[in-house]
């Protein structure tokens, strides 16, 4: 799984179910623990039993999921064709190449011999700092998908406030341009009383006084 890529909707599904619990459809049977995950149904109860998949499930893309020291593993046989894991650490188990599910608790290191072994390793996950054995990225696809989540957000971030800024820019123009056209406005205007003719103009001539006649002789 790559940032920037789109998740499938049934890894985070899968990466919060819990597995191994007991079918409450087939107590009394012996293979009854619920360790298979359906890609095409993404129900809420998502893990079921074998059972279950012989009558609800036959004929669907089924995962089953497996246990290694108490944690959640899936075959790379199984998610290679369906999902990109080519940054998660593999690890051989029982002859077959495996991924966990989910990240697992660290031991803190104590004594100059771990401190040693763990300063002679380069190779680390990019989320939880674990040691790796080979150059890859994640520990886990959990890990991996948080990643990606992190790398999502971000970017839609980023675009956000590009776009803020771009909004910004563009009101700012207009407004310039808006002051700009009233000052040309408010110049047309003056211009335009200036240049008005003489002729409209009102011309006040001083009244002369009271006529009077001349006497007669």
Known sequence: MKGGESVPSWVELL????????????????????????????????SFCYYCRLSHHSSHHVIQIRRSSYHDVVKVSELEDILDISDV????????????????PQLRSCGVSNTKLSSSQTY????CSRTLLDDFRFCSLGCNFTAIKRDNEKNVAQNGIASNAKDVEIGTN?????????????????NYRNEIPSSTRVIRHRRKGIPRRAPFF
């Not at 191994?20 to 149904?41: A, G, V, Y």
């Not at 051989?92 to 990240?103: A, D, F, K, Q």
Request: glycine share 2%; aromatic share 8%.
């Open 15 to 46: 990466l919060s179910t819990q597995f191994f619990t007991t079918c409450s459809s087939h107590l009394i049977s012996p293979r009854n623990e619920c360790n298979f995950f359906c890609i095409d149904c993404q129900t809420p109860q998502a």
């Open 89 to 104: 650490q593999t690890y051989v188990i029982n002859s077959s190449r495996v991924v966990y599910l989910t990240e697992r």
């Open 124 to 127: 680390k996950c990019e989320i």
């Open 174 to 190: 207009n407004g310039s341009t808006n002051a700009g056209s009233a000052n040309e406005i408010s110049s047309d205007a003056n």
